[in-house]
């Protein structure tokens, strides 16, 4: 589950018919010291935060939460649910056999979950088909009983008192909680044979938790944004084609919404429409939610309007304010595609006032895919010859870095450990602190349009030794291996905290390891303390809806209002 590194310093989804399932814009367990059971890794440093980091300083982030004396989160008595006979802790008491219970997929063993996180689901497969009932045992530190849980669902959820008081322990340092399951046959009146026991392992609760609200693409039933804020137990749709004001090249409508990201005040999403594939602003607000932004000036509106062929762009905290409000974004198709800055509040129009150019000496290939650091320094881009109809096609694809530099730009140079002629880098993402660098790879040479052989990386910033994540790898039991999954699209949530000099970063992406051909939202995380870097496996995103293609998610401080617990 784990593996151990040593780094050394140094989408667009072509609106096509919506009923297609495309990946959107693209589409060993021992550990080091520091948390538990991820992924162990060197790292030479991070980087330093620049100016508009998200990052924190944290400790109890739970209200209510403080000292050492904590709530028993497990009862003492079992909980048999209604499913399954009122005697199964009886039934139970033989320790039975060692292998042949279920496959748990749900939470994967060796994932980490902020505290404030979606209650844990526990789903599994069984190893026969005629296993109808389960026993899950929980163990963690500090809990004077086992929580054993007896049912005849194939699933069963945490009720949320119970997750709130477990995640309250995690203070000041993450907690384990060790998962087993078996599985017997019930006959109706005992057991048939003895219980057999499947998946055994353990999952972690960070000492923090996640911030901000995920907005994601899904094409089922036609192109729409949809939402939620973390900890949210269902989704909400946050923007569909006819709500969006602004209209994009000569004057049309908006009939699709691609590839998004969101403006750094969290209001608004920029997006590639339909084609000839320009970009367009909408508010993302519950009372506004698809009006133009009321900042955009004739200029900007101009600039991206008359302008086809621009691919997925990206903001800086840097320059969001009054007076300076700017995208970033590609322009053009293949080699020679070009980096623009688009002043987004220009009164006047044309090149130098409403957009221009940024220099990139010494690439003389085409971009792609920018994300631009939050300190506003630096651009990442991908140096490609395949930009077309906002998405980036089959060739070569590398992570290049220039400077902003108040919109001149300057030497462009190849990123350390993700500018491999071997690979195709692609779709780069800026850690809210400007540490750290989440991207996809894969050997070069196929399309890198909704590719199941991409994987997710993360590197330091400026360079050095990529490090595979823990998260690519499906869960061994279900028999589904990466590459083939189609992981991709790795967005960070909008702040990294920092507890007792571990510092916690979240990640968003979508994989099709679920059935293999619906893409869907996973999370997982990634902790720095000093030079040691651990990754994790994932946890699912329940709350999606299971039968939607989902992708390209962004992980961002949206004002999309609270969704109503179920009833």
């Known amino acids: 589950m784990a593996s151990s590194h040593r780094m050394t310093l140094l989408l667009l989804a072509a609106c096509t018919a919506p009923v297609i399932a495309v990946a959107a814009c693209g589409?060993?367990?021992?550990?080091?010291?520091?948390?538990?059971g991820g992924t162990g890794t060197n790292t030479g440093g991070a980087g330093g935060a620049g100016a508009g980091s998200g990052t924190g300083t944290g400790g109890d982030l739970l209200s209510g939460v403080g000292g050492t004396s904590f709530v028993p989160a497990f009862p003492k008595d079992p909980v048999v649910e209604d499913s399954a006979p009122a005697n199964a802790p009886e039934l139970f008491a033989d320790p039975g056999e060692n292998a042949g219970g279920p496959c748990l997929f749900e939470p994967e063993v060796g994932s980490l979950f902020p505290r404030n996180w979606l209650r844990p689901r526990f789903r599994y497969n069984p190893a026969e088909s005629e296993q109808n009932l389960f026993e899950i045992r929980l163990h963690t530190a500090g809990e004077e009983h086992d929580l054993l849980v007896y049912t005849g669902d194939p699933s069963w959820t945490m009720p949320k008192p119970m997750w709130e008081a477990l995640a309250a322990?995690?203070?000041?340092?993450?907690?384990?909680?060790?998962?087993?399951?078996?599985?017997?046959?019930?006959?109706?009146?005992?057991?048939?044979?003895?219980?057999?026991?499947?998946?055994?392992?353990?999952?972690?609760?960070?000492?923090?938790?996640?911030?901000?609200?995920?907005?994601?693409?899904?094409?089922?039933?036609?192109?729409?944004?949809?939402?939620?804020?973390?900890?949210?137990?269902?989704?909400?749709?946050?923007?569909?084609?006819?709500?969006?004001?602004?209209?994009?090249?000569?004057?049309?409508?908006?009939?699709?919404i691609g590839c998004h990201t969101s403006t750094p005040d969290g209001k608004f999403v920029g997006f590639t429409a339909?084609?000839?594939?320009?970009?367009?602003?909408?508010?993302?607000?519950?009372?506004?939610?698809?009006?133009?932004?009321?900042?955009?000036?004739?200029?900007?509106?101009?600039?991206?309007?008359?302008?086809?062929?621009?691919?997925?762009?990206?903001?800086?905290?840097?320059?969001?304010?009054?007076?300076?409000?700017?995208?970033?974004?590609?322009?053009?198709?293949?080699?020679?595609?070009?980096?623009?800055?688009?002043?987004?509040?220009?009164?006047?129009?044309?090149?130098?006032?409403?957009?221009?150019?940024?220099?990139?000496?010494?690439?003389?290939?085409?971009?792609?895919?920018?994300?631009?650091?939050?300190?506003?320094?630096?651009?990442?881009?991908?140096?490609?010859?395949?930009?077309?109809?906002?998405?980036?096609?089959?060739?070569?694809?590398?992570?290049?870095?220039?400077?902003?530099?108040?919109?001149?730009?300057?030497?462009?140079t190849p990123i350390p450990g993700a500018s491999s002629s071997d690979f195709a880098e692609y779709y780069p993402a800026f850690s809210s602190d400007d540490a750290l660098l989440a991207f996809n790879r894969f050997p070069v040479g196929p399309n890198m349009y909704d590719q199941p052989l991409a994987e997710l990386f993360v590197i330091p910033a400026q360079g050095g030794d990529a490090v595979r994540l823990a998260a690519n790898d499906p869960v061994a039991c279900t028999g589904r291996t990466s590459p083939g999954v189609t992981n991709s699209w790795p967005k960070w949530a909008p702040e990294a905290t920092t507890v007792n000099g571990?510092?916690?970063?979240?990640?968003?992406?979508?994989?099709?390891?679920?059935?293999?051909?619906?893409?869907?939202?996973?999370?997982?995380?990634?902790?720095?303390?000093?030079?040691?870097?651990?990754?994790?496996?994932?946890?699912?995103?329940?709350?999606?809806?299971?039968?939607?293609?989902?992708?390209?998610?962004?992980?961002?401080?949206?004002?999309?209002?609270?969704?109503?617990?179920?009833?």
């Open 274 to 412: 339909q084609a000839p594939w320009s970009n367009v602003l909408a508010s993302i607000e519950g009372m506004t939610a698809g009006a133009q932004p009321p900042f955009m000036g004739p200029g900007g509106v101009a600039a991206l309007t008359g302008f086809s062929e621009i691919g997925i762009h990206s903001y800086s905290k840097a320059h969001w304010q009054n007076g300076d409000r700017i995208m970033v974004a590609p322009l053009g198709v293949g080699a020679n595609s070009n980096l623009i800055w688009v002043d987004l509040e220009a009164q006047a129009s044309g090149e130098g006032v409403a957009h221009g150019f940024i220099a990139r000496e010494g690439d003389p290939r085409g971009v792609g895919s920018p994300t631009w650091s939050h300190d506003g320094q630096t651009v990442v881009y991908v140096s490609n010859t395949s930009q077309t109809t906002g998405r980036l096609d089959a060739g070569p694809a590398d992570l290049y870095a220039v400077p902003y530099n108040g919109r001149q730009g300057g030497a462009a």
């Open 502 to 567: 571990r510092t916690y970063y979240w990640l968003v992406y979508s994989s099709k390891r679920g059935n293999g051909t619906t893409p869907q939202l996973y999370m997982t995380g990634v902790v720095v303390e000093g030079s040691n870097v651990q990754t994790y496996t994932s946890v699912y995103l329940w709350n999606q809806p299971e039968n939607e293609s989902n992708h390209t998610p962004a992980w961002d401080v949206f004002k999309i209002p609270p969704i109503p617990p179920p009833q």
């Open 27 to 36: 589409s060993g367990n021992s550990s080091s010291s520091g948390d538990p």
């Open 169 to 256: 322990r995690a203070s000041g340092a993450p907690i384990s909680v060790t998962m087993t399951v078996r599985a017997a046959v019930f006959d109706g009146n005992g057991l048939s044979s003895p219980p057999k026991t499947g998946t055994t392992g353990e999952f972690h609760v960070a000492p923090t938790q996640a911030e901000g609200a995920v907005v994601y693409w899904t094409t089922t039933g036609g192109s729409a944004l949809k939402g939620f804020q973390v900890g949210d137990e269902s989704v909400a749709v946050t923007l569909t084609p006819p709500q969006v004001q602004m209209t994009t090249v000569n004057g049309a409508q908006v009939t699709c």
